[in-house]
């Protein structure tokens, strides 16, 4: 059908890389939710017929690209208020409300892993605010602490990263993110701290904290727009890289992955 240009998917994320490669076959642009890639081998596939065939593959890393205080960040960032960044260290509770999840959500073969799943919001920050055009695992941990149950289900995860710009500055990150926070939680915890040589700017809800040499300052976001929806139909429209890089995606992924595979396993996991 020449008259669509787009397809979006939200299915199980082990389809989603095959789904890609037939959408970019047939001259589509294509948007799917995180994970895209549950192994080296997709990633790959990805990125050849990407080149092959110069249509987009594009991942909706919602906890940045669809948060205000997330994209006024990046903008302050990139600003130089807080100077050069050092380090990104995010605390990402989720609640699990596992009464209406899904058999394959607890499947290793379905989901990945928690790095590979939600950890992949915090990586791609990670490598967004920093900046950094090479990165290294420097350990990662998965787990299941609270649902022996399901021995396939990581409900803990944390990843510790190096990572050097291209004038070869350092900067390093953390994650860490689980499925552990009560249902009737009205607040999760999570958190976003972003530092410079400068200042420090914190991330919670639709609010930024900016601490630097001209005092502190909280910022209410929550009148910003939300650009990225439109920004990805005219990076369709006109062939751009605006909404999102196509690199920065598949460098995102493949950093996820390498955490997600390198992570020491504790708990009550099955091998």
Known sequence: DDSIALILSSCVPSDRAALGLEVMRAGKDYLCDKAAFLNFEDLEAARAVQAETGRIFAISYSERLLERSAERAGELVRSGVIGR????AILAPH?????????????????????????????EQFLYYSGVTHAEVASSLVANYKHPNYGE????????????????????????????????????????VIVGTEGI???????????????????????????????????????TETAIGQEHCFFTSELTLKAQTAALKTGNLTP
């Open 201 to 239: 700017l914190e991330l919670g809800g639709d609010t930024l904290t900016l601490v630097n040499g001209s005092g502190t300052e909280r910022i209410d976001c929550s009148t910003d727009p939300v650009l990225f929806g439109p920004r990805l139909v005219d990076d369709v429209l006109h062939r």
């Open 95 to 123: 609640t699990l409300r596992i009464g209406g999840r899904p058999s394959w959500f607890f499947e290793r073969k379905h989901y990945g892993g928690i790095l590979t799943d939600i950890g992949s919001h915090q990586i």
């Open 153 to 192: 289900f990581e409900d803990y995860g944390e990843a510790t990263f190096r990572g050097w710009d291209a004038d070869g500055n350092a900067c390093t990150g953390f994650v860490r993110v689980d499925w552990l926070i009560p249902d009737s939680a009205a607040h999760t915890g999570r958190h976003r």
């Open 85 to 88: 960044i050092v380090q990104v």
